[in-house]
């Protein structure tokens, strides 16, 4: 019998970083505040599933100042849209087959 869950991503399993990973395949990056409003999370909260994404190389951070502000960007990176893809796949492929 064939595991058609084998192909699900357990690094999106979480409903943050599903969210987050979301918002970055349709948009080119997105910075900290509007994703955090997105998702109504707290800062602790984004903060640590970002980190476990960029970990795995699925997002890149980049932090820069915008006059004297800290501004904090997020964008998907290829290996992380293509784990994204994949994962959507394999999700559609569970959905056909339970139906």
Do not use: C, W
């Not at 409903?15 to 349709?26: F, P, W, Y």
């Not at 509007?34 to 903060?47: C, S």
């Amino acid at each position: 019998m064939k595991n058609y869950i084998e192909n699900i991503n357990k690094a999106f399993e979480s409903r943050i970083r599903l969210g987050i990973m979301s918002i970055l395949m349709v948009n080119d990056s997105m910075d900290f505040a509007t994703v955090k409003e997105m998702l109504n999370i707290t800062d602790g909260n984004l903060a640590s599933h970002v980190t476990a994404l960029e970990k795995l190389g699925y997002i890149e951070v980049r932090k820069q100042f915008v006059g004297k502000k800290p501004n904090t960007t997020y964008l998907a990176t290829d290996a992380g849209k293509l784990a994204f893809s994949e994962h959507l796949s394999a999700l559609e492929s569970l959905i056909r087959k339970a139906t």
